[in-house]
């Protein structure tokens, strides 16, 4: 009978320094230069200037409202072209934001684009009017 116990115990510690050793982790053996690396950002890494040509339709965001060129307000869905969309927002305007204002204009050349200092000027003066 004690030949029995000695032979299980025997195999219930064998079976637990395997289950330990399986359950090891093992080292990260991947070099450094293997991960995702990043190139270096060139100097004259600006956005490209979007030149507007005269069959484009410009559309405005600022403060909840759209505006086309003369900042008139305009419904988003009756903005329909074959040519070039460009919508115009705010820089300080939070991205999931911009991502909602993007999805209610349905063109297919849809450019966004930031305001300057000027249309920003002009646009908060019309607001200050009301």
């Known amino acids: 009978m004690t030949e029995i116990a000695l ?26 230069a293997a991960g995702t690396m990043l190139a270096p950002a060139a100097d004259d890494a600006k956005a490209a200037a979007v030149k507007p040509r005269t069959d484009d339709v410009i559309v405005v965001y600022h403060g909840g409202r759209f505006y086309n060129r003369d900042l008139k307000p305009v419904d ?7 040519g070039r969309a460009l919508l115009a927002l705010s820089p300080a305007l939070p991205m999931g934001e911009a991502i909602a204002v993007r999805a209610q204009i349905n063109v297919s050349n849809l450019i966004v684009s930031t305001l300057d200092s000027r249309w920003l000027k002009t646009l908060e003066g019309m607001t200050h009017d009301r």
Not at 7 to 25: D, E, R, W
Not at 76 to 82: A, D, E, F, Q, V
Request: no cysteine.
């Open 7 to 32: 032979a299980l115990a025997m195999a219930f510690f064998s079976i637990m320094v395997l289950t330990m050793v399986s359950m090891g982790v093992a080292e990260n053996k991947t070099p450094a």
């Open 76 to 82: 988003p869905s009756s903005i329909n072209t074959s």
